[in-house]
Structures are given as C-alpha cells and as structure tokens.
C-alpha cells in the first residue's frame, strides 16, 4: 500500500506545480497541506507523500475534477495489484488510513464480483492484541515471542 500512497503523493505534486505553473498560486485545482509554499522539493517516502491523501480526497469530494482523476487513478493501480495479488479472487480486508479516502478509490475493488470485500473487524491495535494472544494465525511462524 505503501507505493500507492507515494504514487497519489508525487502525481498531487505534480497536479499542484503543474496548475499552479500554468495558472498561478492561487489556481483552483488540488490543494497542497500546508499550501504550494510547503511542497518538497522530491518526496520519494510513503510519510511525506501520505501528507497529501486527505488533502486530494476532500477535494475529489468537493467535485475538484483534478483531485477525482488522481483519485480514480490511485484506484485503478490498487485494483490491479489486487488482481494481481490475487488472480482468483477471494476474500481482501483494508486497513488504516487509505480507508478513510473515499469510495472513489475503493469503486474498482468493490465493483470486482471475484472479490469478497470484508470490512476491518478492529484496528491495528486490535490485529497486534490478537497476534499476542493466538497461537493459532497464519501469521505465527513470523511472530517471535520471548
């Protein structure tokens, strides 16, 4: 998930330097946190590009047209690496801050007839209580206890 974050990050960077070059600082368009002075100069990390996620979806939200197509975009890419990941299907389970961004991006995965949407029985506190309590997970051969 993490490359989707950076993606949705530098293509809003570019969304941002790319209006505000063609129609000045003050261009409608997606808006930078912090503003269009605060923009990195590279933003390469999942953190830095994060920064930009809330911002792009409540503008997709509003109906900023630019925000709407980096969001159905980033929903695309997510969609393919689902099929990817799972090529016959089956069940998919998200969590954390992407869940927060909106149908917009979750449209594609929900729309797949082979995949079972499920939503989140907890957070990530839950999973990690969970992960001390059970021996029983798939994910055991990977937890190390003391």
Same mark, same amino acid.
């Given at each position: 998930m993490s490359a989707l974050v950076i993606d949705l990050g530098k293509t809003t960077c570019r969304g941002v330097c790319e209006s505000t070059r063609r129609e000045g600082a003050g261009a409608p368009g997606v808006a930078a946190p912090g503003g269009v002075d605060e923009l990195p100069a590279t933003v390469t990390d999942a953190r830095g590009c994060g920064r930009f996620a809330p911002s792009v979806a409540r503008a997709a939200a509003d109906g900023d047209e630019v925000a709407a197509d980096i969001?159905?975009?980033? #929903?695309?890419?997510?969609?393919?690496?689902?099929?990817?990941? =799972? @090529?016959? #299907?089956? @069940? !998919?389970?998200?969590?954390? #801050? !992407? =869940?927060?961004? #909106?149908? =917009? =991006?979750?449209?594609p995965l929900r729309d797949n007839p082979t995949i079972e949407w499920h939503e989140p029985l907890g957070d990530a506190m839950d999973g990690a209580r969970l992960l001390l309590d059970s021996t029983s997970t798939v994910h055991e051969p990977a937890v190390r206890r003391a």
């Open positions: 969001v159905r975009r980033a #929903g695309a890419a997510l969609a393919d690496t689902v099929r990817a990941a =799972l @090529p016959r #299907g089956g @069940p !998919l389970v998200v969590v954390g #801050g !992407l =869940l927060n961004l #909106g149908d =917009l =991006l979750w449209k």
